[in-house]
Nanobody, 124 residues
């Protein structure tokens, strides 16, 4: 499987961005998906996750209420709508697919395929 993240860019604090993660291959809708981010000098951290059918979502405390994850299995795409952006949201954002089908995961060790990352920069 290949995952292609896009939609990053430079935005002012308080602004919005929408990230997309396009998947290839079969059975996109059978896997949980997630968003992670890594800021310079920091460990990669979980941002949000969504189950294979989209019924269950989870957010890091730092983004809850500002970010919304969704997916369109017919289009093999996951989205992250980011609002009220803060300078501390600046990072490279990665999308990932779970290792196993029909298993809801949200820790890094549960994901087995990763996209290349898209840079999000929030200026103050």
């Amino acid at each position: 499987v290949q995952l292609q993240a896009s939609g990053g860019g430079l935005v002012q604090a308080g602004g919005s961005l929408r990230l997309s993660c396009a998947g290839s291959g079969e059975h996109f809708g059978d896997y949980s998906m997630g968003w992670f981010r890594q800021a310079p000098g920091k460990e990669r951290e979980f941002v949000s996750g969504i189950s294979w059918a989209g019924r269950t979502t989870r957010y890091a405390d730092s983004v809850r209420g500002r970010f919304t994850v969704s997916r369109d299995n017919g289009a093999k795409t996951m989205f992250l709508q980011m609002g009220s952006l803060k300078p501390e949201d600046t990072a490279v954002y990665y999308c990932a697919r779970s290792k196993d089908k029909m298993k809801y995961v949200y820790t890094e060790d549960g994901f087995g395929s990763w996209g290349q990352g898209t840079q999000v920069t929030v200026s103050s």
